[in-house]
């Protein structure tokens, strides 16, 4: 699969389990620093609440450097690992989930807790509206000034992001490409140019 599935927006699921409440907040969170911001601005939402527990896989799916996740007082191992299992099975990138708990008086017991909590993000995120994210890749492009309109208007037709422009002897510009589409974009640009560019692709986004 060349996408991944992403949060269209902050959106919220309430479940109910012997008397606790389980509010799942589901979040599009690109990258650690996101991810946190929106743990602290749940737990100001709810400050009251007994746990705001919550996992993240806050770039592409399989990017293992930027999952996480905590069990925020649970438990160990009932609350954060669970639903972050759920997330890495589930297509989703770039998203946080934070279950916020509100203690019924009836204790779960550690099974029970699991279940819970993969079910509160099961549920959750069967429901979350998404779209889909496409990998990209960084490429500088480099380009004389007699060039400049007929790229730049090519570039606004194309889903290829101009995340920087630099102009000096030449004109820089840091491009963000989508995969999949590239290759074909690459060769209609440089006919375009008629070869006068110099392409620099670098790693994953």
């Known amino acids: 699969m060349d996408y991944y599935l992403s949060p269209t927006h902050t959106q919220r699921f309430d479940l109910e389990i012997k008397n606790s409440q389980f509010i799942t907040t589901v979040s599009r969170t690109k990258g650690r620093e996101a991810a946190k911001t929106f743990l602290d601005e749940i737990r100001q939402r709810y400050p009251d609440a007994n746990h705001h527990c919550w996992a993240f896989v806050a770039g592409a799916p399989n990017n293992v450097h930027l999952w996480d996740q ?55 995120l069967t429901q979350t509206e998404h779209e889909h994210i496409y990998p990209r890749s960084a490429v500088q492009l480099v380009i004389s000034y007699p060039l400049l309109g007929k790229v730049e208007y090519w570039l606004e037709q194309s889903d290829i992001e101009i995340n920087n422009k630099i102009f000096s002897d030449n004109i820089v510009m840091d491009l963000a490409v989508i995969e999949r589409t590239w290759p074909e974009q690459k060769q209609t640009l440089t006919d375009l140019c008629q070869g006068s560019l110099t392409l620099i692709e670098s790693d994953k986004e």
């Open 70 to 124: 905590s069990d925020d007082g649970e438990p160990k191992g009932t609350a954060g690992k669970p639903m972050l299992n759920v997330l890495q099975h589930s297509s989703f990138g770039e998203t946080t989930v934070v279950v916020t708990r509100y203690f019924g008086g009836i204790k779960l017991g550690a099974g029970g807790l699991v279940r819970a909590y993969s079910q509160a993000v099961q549920e959750a």
